[in-house]
């Protein structure tokens, strides 16, 4: 092993996993809240339902439901802005030292 892996390695684990999965689901759960909010407050949940497959559900399901998919929403750019900020030796180094 390289000096250039062990560094490698030692980046990688230096921040346990656990902060980085809260990196990630804390700030998309605040924008997730402050999307919910401005986005039904703007929109009825029950005019936005009523052309789907779900007109029955009732307005605090659809609350959920849009939270939700803002949280999932908002997870998946945190993630990827996670995932494009690491530098890019890393990946060549990789691929050439297999």
Not at 33 to 38: C, F
Request: charged share 10%.
């Amino acid at each position: 092993m390289g000096p250039e892996q062990t560094n490698r390695s030692e980046t990688a684990n230096s921040i346990p996993r656990i902060q980085r999965v809260i990196s990630v689901l804390w700030p998309s759960f605040l924008m997730a809240g402050a999307a919910t909010i401005v986005f039904f407050a703007i929109f009825d949940p029950f005019t936005l339902m009523a052309p789907t497959w779900f007109p029955d559900l009732s307005r605090l399901a659809a609350y959920g439901v849009g939270f939700f998919m803002f949280w999932a929403l908002t997870a998946s750019s945190c993630l990827l802005t996670c995932f494009f900020q690491r530098p890019i030796r890393h990946f060549n180094q990789t691929k050439r030292n297999p």
